[in-house]
């Protein structure tokens, strides 16, 4: 059989003439309206640029898209620059190099596939990290002129590289630093004059007789998705089996040859070619998409329509515009570009039903000059495109049910043309919707894609758009939902749109185009409740797109049935358990940013390390002060709770050690990938904020709207779980947050407010003292390592809590025995001094002051303190009656412990058991309790004395003395001045 391309065009980017397209394409002067290619100029011009370091580019598309396509482009003009090309796969990176990677000057490295390394990571995990390891060196070589390319879906990119996603879990140190580092450009569908400039250049190529059948693939852009692999495949399996160059080639191809479309599984046909037969002069206006018979539209210049009108346009409604209103003729000798032409129709809904915006179109109708022609109502393209009745969705048992509902089928098609509410999508298209997600979840279930789930249409609110499916685990453990919403106000749609979304915001979801064609179909599903069945195979082929989409949600959905299921029964358990999670992990978040140790370290020396700095700044009685971990007494005691988390997959243990680089377990790492997930990223960080400066209390809030709790129900202690992991995942620098600005504020206030005060911490079984200044010095060498740590962050918000709550605490002003010595030495000294004045031998009065000197300093003195609760703390029965004595008050300053001893029998009774250092101590104490009468007698004496009438006499006699001592001095200094006696005398 004749056909009129001489060859085909590869689909798998091994074509010779790839550069020759891609130039052709980018000949236009209309670049501005290409997607594609552009982004394969935006890629050679970092060739072009002088790198002083290798630049890394990450070009991400969904299958079929081109990314292989574009690659080999820049192989060629690669090498034509004369860089060396390396085109390799990440699997032979990974698995056969074990991750090694190197970029040598004036290099182009291609790496294709880089989705992949989600399924590489459970066996070649050490390997993903090498190579990870090995880029992040990479993007640091100084004078290396060279660009590396990774190729990756969209999906694969956000796995890999997003905020938590494989690249974060493994290396979150480098993370931030790598991902600032690597360009994303995110290939996009081919624009409606692309897709005209692709047809003609590959058809080109391929020297095609079908060349200047372009004008009449009009239609064509709205039957098919849009992506490159589809447009190769029109030229293939389409025009290039044409039998000769003629429309009406086209159409007998279309309703005789099911084959040569078969990969076009948006278009349709008739049945029979009795049309063909009795109109075949009507199916060359019909494809091409205009008439010159009447005038209700006008054929304008493509190149009149942008110099005239587009400008005034926002670029992206001027797109969506373009993408529908555009078409191409061919004629020999004229550039591409020049055969590019606007339909400007008179109506636009009757031209197209689903028009963006018709008033932009009346007013371009008005304003621009063109050829009066007749624009194709959309109902003539179903008149002569009409569906293949053997091809229906739907099958039942009983032939007559089918007929009836092929003929009410046919009437329902005819009133969605005619659908003038524009305002909403058809009823009955809204019902298939509806069936179609409900078909693509029970298929799910039965492929064990949605294990121990089952789903069920919720009651509908008539008034409303949204459909609710609710699904409930087989456990009855907990719910959460699928919401499908079809959109209300089409007027800012270029087509139709519906979005599904589950247990997120309405933000979150897929959005599904809703094109004619396929409104079609979901109108075959309403069909569903009248007791018809789905086709599977014409099913999955006529919804492939839209069911891949719902697909990556249901695995979603299936990985959040494990996490809320693991969550559920954890958090369950840990209750009986009867220990706090968080406390727990701040054995490991303390121990790490306080030694600033990476790698494997024993669970022991996490324990004995953080115990002593916990027991420095932890007090007992104060609620308020957050620097806590759980109180256990041994380190196996530890061991036995994270051995616990571990099973649970919460925390990951090797033995008996801990690895600091990579603690956090599976489903933690899961739950906090899901979660943040489903929060804004400025909230996260004001979140994470909270969470460090001890403030969070709207996280359990924010929990249950990313969760979507208020909407389906969900059981607390899943909301509680998921809280408590986000807290455990911002404190361990899993979750990255700045905070060293909020952290020297804090320390500047806490400096502020500590004093020189020494504090006692009496628990039964130990004694401690606490210098508030010593423990700010620590906090400082903390602060000096929380630069890059955010482990070290936590840890030092924690202390500056405990410091800011310890430093409130102020000396007694009470002490009975500090007022007893104070008063004493005022009484003595004021004695001393006057009767110094009268006799010259005070001693006895000095030895009194000496013995209250002596006195005070034993009280005062921290170092006889500090000994006597060493020698308490090395009895347990001395402490446990210390604290015994002691219970109503668990913390003292220095002061507060002598009064409490000076005043209770049973505390100077432990003192002086004790051991020497404390004997001392309370034989201080019992002398003050003697000299305090003592003192009272002096102070009696020293009035009695003081107001006797001797004393009084002498002071009397002084005064006289002292006057006329005054007078006679004042006669001198006169008779000196009136010359009666000379200087000398």
């Known amino acids: 059989m004749r056909v009129v391309c001489e060859k085909f065009i590869s689909e798998t980017a091994s074509w010779s003439e790839l550069s020759e397209v891609y130039k052709c394409v980018l000949s236009t002067k209309y670049t501005d309206s290409i997607t594609f290619y552009e982004k394969e100029r935006e890629l050679l011009d970092f060739l072009d640029r002088e790198k002083s370091s290798p630049i890394f580019i990450v070009l991400v598309g969904d299958w079929g898209m081109g990314k292989t396509f574009l690659s080999r482009v820049i192989e060629e003009e690669a090498k034509k620059k004369g860089y060396n090309v390396r085109n390799v796969k990440i699997d032979q990176i990974i698995v056969e190099e074990g991750g090694k990677f190197s970029v ?82 995110v290939l996009t569908e081919p624009t409606k004059v692309e897709y005209f400039l692709m047809l003609y250049c590959m058809l080109k190529s391929v020297k095609s007789e079908a060349l200047g059948l372009v004008e009449y693939l009009n239609f064509l852009y709205y039957l098919v998705p849009i992506t490159r692999r589809n447009i190769t495949k029109i030229v293939n399996n389409f025009l290039c089996q044409l039998p000769d160059n003629s429309p009406e080639a086209i159409y007998k191809v279309l309703v005789t040859r099911k084959e040569a479309i ?54 992206n409604l001027r797109r969506e515009i373009e993408d529908i209103i555009t078409v191409m003729k061919v004629k020999e000798g004229i550039p591409p570009d020049d055969g590019l032409y606007v339909i400007v129709p008179k109506e636009p809904r009757e031209y197209y039903p ?69 305002s909403s999508v058809y009823p009955k298209v809204a019902e298939g919707i509806k069936n179609f997600v409900v078909e693509v979840v029970e298929l799910a279930e039965k492929e064990g894609r949605l294990a121990d789930v089952l789903c069920n249409p919720s009651k509908e609110n008539k008034k409303s758009s949204e459909i609710l499916l609710e699904c409930r685990h087989r456990d009855g453990f907990y719910t959460f939902g699928y919401k499908i919403k079809v959109t209300d106000d089409l007027s800012l749609q270029s087509r139709a749109d519906f979005t599904v979304t589950y247990s997120t915001s ?67 358990s840990m209750e009986q358990i009867e220990y706090r999670f968080q406390s727990i992990m701040n054995y490991i978040i303390y121990y790490k940013g306080y030694t600033g140790k990476t790698g494997k370290v024993p669970v022991k020396e996490v324990f004995e390390t953080v115990r002593d700095l916990a027991d420095q700044f932890r007090t007992y009685d104060r609620k308020n002060i957050k620097f806590t971990v759980q109180d256990i007494e041994t380190s196996w005691r530890l061991l036995e709770f994270l051995s616990d988390l571990d099973k649970k997959k919460l925390v990951k243990l090797e033995g008996e050690y801990i690895d600091l680089d990579e603690w956090l377990g599976e489903y933690t790492v899961k739950v906090l990938e899901k979660v943040l997930k489903r929060m804004d990223k400025e909230d996260v960080g004001k979140l994470a904020l909270e969470v460090m400066t001890g403030t969070s209390k709207g996280l359990e809030k924010k929990v249950r709207a990313a969760l979507n709790a208020e909407e389906v129900p969900l059981d607390n202690r899943v909301v509680e779980g998921v809280s408590d992991l986000l807290r455990v995942g911002i404190r361990s620098g899993y979750i990255k947050v700045d905070t060293i600005k909020e952290v020297d504020r804090k320390l500047n206030e806490v400096r502020e407010k500590v004093q020189d005060i ?75 001094d006057k009767v110094a004045k009268l006799v010259k031998d005070v001693t006895a009065i000095q030895h009194t002051e000496d013995e209250l000197l002596k006195i005070r300093k034993g009280v005062q003195d921290e170092k006889l303190i500090s000994d006597c609760i060493l020698v308490i703390k090395g009895d347990r029965k001395n402490t446990e009656r210390l604290y015994k004595a002691l219970n109503k008050v668990k913390l003292f300053t220095y002061t507060e412990f002598v009064d409490e001893a000076f005043n209770n029998v049973e505390v100077t009774s432990t003192l002086k058991e004790a051991g020497e250092e404390c004997k001392k101590l309370a034989d201080d104490l019992e002398t003050l309790k003697e000299i305090t009468g003592r003192l009272e007698k002096i102070k009696s004496q020293v009035s009695s004395l003081v107001n006797t009438p001797y004393i009084k006499e002498l002071d009397n006699i002084k005064r006289e003395l002292n006057g006329i001592k005054s007078t006679l001095q004042e006669v001198y200094n006169r008779a000196k001045r009136e010359g009666f006696i000379n200087g000398s005398s």
């Open 758 to 832: 020494k504090l006692i911490t009496i628990k039964e079984r130990d004694v401690k003292v606490v210098d508030v200044k010593e423990l700010l010095r620590t906090a400082v060498k903390v602060r000096e390592r929380a630069e890059n740590s955010v482990t070290s962050q936590a840890l030092l918000f924690d202390m500056l809590d405990s410091l800011s709550a310890l430093a409130q605490i102020k000396p007694s002003q009470k002490s009975e025995v500090m007022k007893a010595i104070e008063q004493g030495l005022t009484t003595v000294r004021d004695l001393k």
């Open 354 to 422: 689903l028009f963006p915006d018709e008033d932009v179109l009346r007013e371009a109708y008005k304003a621009l000059k063109g050829e009066g022609i007749c624009a194709v109502k959309w109902e003539e393209v179903e008149k002569y495109l009409n569906v293949q009745l053997r091809d229906f969705l739907l099958e039942g048992d009983k032939y007559e049910d089918m007929q009836r509902v092929i003929d009410e089928y046919k009437e329902e098609a005819e009133k969605l043309l005619s659908h003038d509410k524009y």
């Open 506 to 572: 309405d933000a979150e979801g897929v959005v599904i185009k809703l094109t004619h064609p396929l409104q079609r179909y979901f109108l075959q599903l309403s069909y569903l409740s009248q007791g018809l069945r789905v086709r599977k195979p014409a099913f999955k082929l006529v919804f492939a797109n839209e069911i891949a989409k719902l697909e990556s949600l249901i695995d979603d959905i299936n990985e959040l049935n494990k996490i809320y299921e693991n969550i559920y029964h954890t958090f369950s």
């Open 104 to 185: 040598s000057d004036r290099e182009v490295v291609i790496i294709d596939e880089v989705e992949n390394l989600e399924n590489l990571q459970y066996q070649y995990r050490g390997e993903i990290v090498n190579f990870f390891t090995h880029m992040k060196k990479t993007t640091e070589m100084k004078d290396i002129n060279s660009v590396v390319f990774l190729l990756a879906t969209p999906s694969g990119y956000t796995k890999i590289f997003s905020y938590g996603g494989l690249l974060y879990s493994l290396l979150p140190e480098t993370y931030t630093a790598f991902k600032d580092r690597i360009r994303e450009r």
């Open 262 to 315: 078969a990969d076009l599984y948006r278009t349709v046909e008739i049945s029979d070619a009795r049309l063909f037969k009795e109109e075949p002069k009507e199916i060359g206006r019909v494809l091409r998409g205009y008439d010159y018979s009447c005038s209700n539209a006008k054929l304008v210049k493509f190149s009149h329509w942008r110099e005239n009108f587009a400008y005034k346009l926002d670029p």
